[in-house]
């Protein structure tokens, strides 16, 4: 297009307001010039002058528009012109930004309503806060706010007092800063309050603190109260700076402040709590007043230095931390992360008291040296107060802290309990020597009535040691002796200088000692000791006679004539002593026995098992037993060792003993003998232990079982029928159990064994139902039974897990994605595959891989590599594990063929200038098909399936090349803050198409 036509005519592209950087749409073209034609008609109409003249032109127009606009050549050349002269305007419109910005950061300062002008001229170009961060001109106050002070007379007198005990505020009087919280200065001002209340001798100091509390906690009653003396308190603090600053302005010639004095000044209000600007503007009203000059360095109408909260320190605006107190000068508030200025008392944002920072941290030094001390009492009382002055939702440092100290306060008043309970327990047991020592030492140093202890103990001591000085006179009389140092260790049984006089004098033995036996049970008894009130220890002493209290086993120690031993060793001589026993020193003898006892014990578990013209006995010896005689008689019993045929004499070792001199169906009676030998060597017999034996050939076990499973009344069991042939003899039942018992396959054992064992299954004589088998693996043993005697045969494993269910794949391309429904108790499974058979777990020329069921829930799914147009045979096998061992489910198989992906890209683009609604463009990797599509919408979050949600549109099948497709979106149906995402309306499909989910900030619709 020429220049002259440039001049002539606006572009069209820009005259119908359409963007020339959308896909060309004739539709929308033809309704545009339509819409076009009816407001030029009615500007024509309704409108006079220029206005009117314009329209009209414009109608003019509309022929050449549509020639122009309907050919491809001249649209585009239209097209190239639109956006060059789009580039002009905007380039002009950068340049006038940049001059203005320039010419606006030169002033001295700049009100916000004029900050706030300047961006709203120029928003359309860039965002408010980026042309509020390239602003750099100081923000001066508007107007100055007159903030209400105290009463002037109320305000003084508060002062007055404060002066008189050398305190310059009511916060120091609190000890607190002036960031905390009201109510807490309320607490503090109620707290001092009463304590100076209390205060009987009422002095010039406890007088002032009490009228000066009463004053803090009215100020600190309300806010509003505060804001009022906080005024006070700073005007006072600035006439006392400006009188300072008076004086010598009036005595130098010159009556102007110079830049160090305005510098000087100015540091100095804002340490005492005034904004630099506000004290500049002040200075400068009151120099007004008084005519004097004041010089200001241009950097100082800028300059903000940042006051400390805590120790109202100035610092430069950029440091983190108080040049003076190291603390940081900004926090982020813990309940909404705003940026906090350190003079600050609450957040500003939500309110959090974070003022109370400072006092917190005084209060957390003080905490470090009371745990130094051990003083858990005023700790106490200073964290419950810090947990009322800081309670963030959130953990923070000063919380974080604050637990941590709490722990280990408890650990120290757990220490503290402990130690209490410990010096209980000495005082209790009267061990006021070990307890004397255990206060002086470091541990105790915890308690804080200590000292208290000591002195009871003290007291405590000196009448035992008036006792023991009696005892050592050496003409007293033993017995005296005695009786003083026991009522001396009866009083304190840890006074070892008592008992080391009682060993000097050991009572006398006690004598006569007899025993009786009776079941098993030893019984003595004994004569007294002629010392009164001792104690008799009981010692038993195998083969040998015992020589002293501590030469053997102590049975017991007890205060009668009488003992019974409950528990004699068998199958040795057995000898008995009883010491006397004054406050743990023994007689130097003690009552014997004359001869020793030996308790006979007989075998036990004794057992006969038949078989074909032979008997085999087993037993288990007792201790001690030097043989066991065997004894066989026909048809009865005998009666003592010598009745009947002796067969064997078997050593301690031995167990079992096979007789074979015996005839089928004869009835045998054997007798076995536990033989023991006594002190001199000679062997003496016990009553002996009978069993009875018929020998014929025992019943062949069954070796072979038939298992047939079905479901059972729950889905976590099932029913087993159980079928073998029944035995020619004996009666056949099952032993069921969950682990192994095949070390007892092909033996013979006691039928009473077997309720030990497991669970006894018994139904027909060759079957049986058991209707609860759990998942797992079971064990099941065919038993015949037979005399009483168990034929155990062959194991048989039952194995029952549950296989993976729901199973589905996806092709991603270069891997299958699988999915599936875990069984309830499984943990692992096997994915194992071939390309040409289906695999077995123990084919090592298939590929295994073991999948845990926390590494498939990490991700929600297992990716099997794969290629594509290839064949592969897919099995699935649950594992469950029981013990050790491991047992695999059946498996499910999958048959899968993958090709090539249709991959899909997609975005929601955003209403621009240009295109007042929004559109869903969508590509592809390479030109196909596209199957139903929807694009569903959820609001304030992403929709995670297909039906999470509304549908915003639903795309039909439709053609797609390489540039791809746009879709228009409704927007009056969708609500604010809508995020959307687009699903395959078959699910099946999935496994030809992939959709390739962009970041959430491309899927927002509005």
Request: aromatic share 8%.
């Amino acid at each position: 297009m020429s220049t002259e036509k440039k001049t002539q005519r606006q572009n069209f592209f820009l005259l119908l307001d359409i963007n020339p950087n959308e896909e060309w749409d004739p539709d929308k073209f033809v309704k545009v010039l339509k819409a076009k034609q009816v407001e030029w008609s009615r500007k024509r109409s309704l409108s006079v002058g220029q206005k009117a003249s314009q329209a009209q032109r414009n109608l003019e127009l509309i022929p050449q528009i549509r020639k122009v606009m309907e050919d491809d050549a001249l649209r585009a050349q239209e097209r190239d012109e639109a956006l060059k002269e789009l580039a002009s305007q905007q380039a002009a419109r950068v340049e006038v930004f940049e001059k203005r910005l320039e010419f606006f950061n030169a002033k001295e300062s700049a009100s916000q309503t004029e900050i706030d002008k300047f961006i709203k001229e120029f928003q359309d170009l860039y965002p408010e806060q980026e042309i509020r961060n390239r602003i750099t001109v100081t923000i001066r106050a508007e107007q100055q706010v007159t903030r209400q002070a105290l009463e002037p007379s109320r305000a003084k007198a508060i002062a007055g007092k404060l002066n008189d005990l050398n305190m310059s505020s009511l916060y120091e009087l609190l000890g607190c800063p002036e960031t905390t919280s009201t109510r807490i200065l309320q607490q503090k001002a109620e707290q001092l309050y009463r304590d100076v209340s209390k205060i009987a001798t009422k002095t010039q100091e406890v007088t002032l603190k009490s009228d000066l509390a009463g004053s803090a906690k009215d100020i600190f009653s309300s806010e509003d109260k505060r804001k009022q003396y906080d005024e006070s308190l700073r005007q006072l603090k600035f006439a006392s700076l400006f009188k300072v600053l008076e004086e010598q302005i009036n005595q130098s010639v010159e009556k102007e402040i110079t830049y160090n004095q305005t510098e000087l000044f100015l540091n100095e209000a804002q340490q005492a709590g005034w904004d630099r600007q506000e004290a500049l503007f002040q200075l400068k009203e009151q120099a007004k007043a008084h005519k004097w000059l004041v010089h200001v360095r241009p950097a100082e109408e800028k300059s903000q230095k940042v006051r400390c909260g805590g120790c109202h320190t100035l610092n430069e605006a950029d440091q983190k931390f108080c040049t003076q107190c190291r603390q940081p000068l900004f926090i982020q508030c813990p309940e909404c992360n705003e940026t906090i200025r350190p003079e600050a008392n609450a957040c500003g944002h939500c309110g959090f008291p974070v003022g109370n920072r400072y006092l917190v941290e005084i209060h957390l030094q003080e905490l470090q040296d009371l745990f130094k001390k051990r003083d858990t009492q005023k700790a106490q009382q200073l964290l419950d107060e810090m947990k009322t002055l800081w309670q963030p939702k959130k953990a923070d440092r000063y919380s974080q802290e604050i637990k941590r100290f709490q722990s280990e306060l408890q650990r120290l008043h757990a220490e503290l309990r402990k130690v209490e309970a410990h010096v209980q327990q000495l005082l209790n047991q009267k061990k006021y020597i070990t307890a004397k020592q255990y206060l002086e030492g470091p541990a105790a140093a915890i308690l804080p009535n200590r000292a208290q202890k000591l002195n009871e103990i003290q007291g405590e001591l000196s009448k035992v040691r008036s006792l023991f000085q009696r005892a050592t006179v050496a003409t007293l009389p033993n017995n005296e002796k005695i009786a003083l140092c026991r009522q001396a260790l009866a009083l304190c049984p840890d006074y070892q200088e008592a008992r080391d006089l009682l060993r000097t004098i050991p009572p006398m033995a006690p004598t006569n000692l007899q025993a009786k036996t009776r079941g098993g049970i030893v019984s003595l008894s004994w004569q007294p000791s002629s010392t009164e009130g001792v104690m008799y220890v009981i010692v038993r002493k195998s083969l040998t006679q015992p020589h002293s209290s501590r030469d053997g086993t102590v049975l017991d120690t007890v205060p009668g004539l009488h003992y019974e031993d409950s528990r004699p060793e068998t199958g040795v001589p057995l000898y008995y002593a009883i010491f006397a026993e004054c406050e743990g020193v023994p007689s130097a003898n003690g009552a014997l026995l004359e001869q020793p006892l030996l308790l006979l014990q007989d075998v036990t578990q004794a057992f006969a098992e038949v078989g074909n013209q032979q008997v085999k006995l087993s037993w288990v010896p007792p201790k001690n037993v030097a043989s066991v005689l065997l004894v066989r008689k026909q048809n009865v019993p005998p009666t003592s060792a010598s009745d009947g045929e002796v067969i064997g004499e078997c050593v301690p070792a031995q167990t079992s003993f096979i007789d074979r001199d015996v005839q089928n169906n004869q009835t045998y009676y054997y007798a076995l003998y536990a033989r023991f030998k006594d002190q001199h060597g000679r062997l003496a017999t016990a009553p002996g232990v009978r069993v009875k034996a018929i020998p014929e050939p025992p019943p062949a076990p069954i070796h072979s079982l038939e298992m047939h499973m079905r479901p059972g009344s729950t889905s976590a069991e099932r029913e087993v029928e159980l079928r073998w042939t029944p035995p020619a003899k004996g009666k056949a039942i099952i032993l069921k159990s969950t682990h192994t018992l095949q070390h007892y396959e092909k033996k013979v054992i006691a039928e009473s064994t077997l309720y030990t064992l497991g669970q006894l299954l018994e139904d027909q004589p060759d079957s049986v139902v058991d209707p609860k088998v759990a998942l797992g693996v079971t064990y099941y043993l065919p038993v015949v039974l037979f005399h009483k005697m168990a034929y155990i045969g062959t194991e048989h494993r039952l194995a029952t897990v549950d296989d993976v269910q729901n199973v589905r794949w996806q092709n991603m391309n270069t891997a299958l994605r699988l999915q599936w429904k875990w069984p309830a108790n499984c943990q692992e499974v096997i994915v194992s595959s071939h390309q040409l058979r289906w695999p077995e777990l123990d084919d090592e020329y298939s590929s295994h891989t073991k999948v845990s069921r926390s590494e498939y829930d990490r991700l929600g799914y297992f990716e099997l590599r794969c290629d594509k147009d290839t064949d592969y045979y897919i099995r699935i096998t649950a594992l469950v594990t029981q013990g050790t061992e491991e047992i695999p489910a059946q498996g499910v198989r999958l048959h899968v063929h993958p090709t090539d992906l249709l991959t899909l890209t997609y975005e929601i683009k955003r209403p621009t200038l240009w295109r007042r609604t929004p559109h869903l463009h969508i590509a592809a990797d390479r030109a196909g098909t596209l199957p139903t599509l929807r694009l569903i919408g959820t609001r304030d979050r992403l929709p995670v399936h297909k039906t999470d949600g509304t549908m915003i549109c639903r795309i039909e099948p439709t053609s797609i090349n390489g540039r791809g497709r746009t879709f228009p979106l409704p927007i009056k149906e969708v609500a604010p803050g809508t995020y959307c995402k687009l699903f395959l309306e078959d699910d099946a499909l999935y496994q030809e198409i992939d959709i390739c989910h962009p970041h959430e900030d491309k899927l927002r619709i509005n």
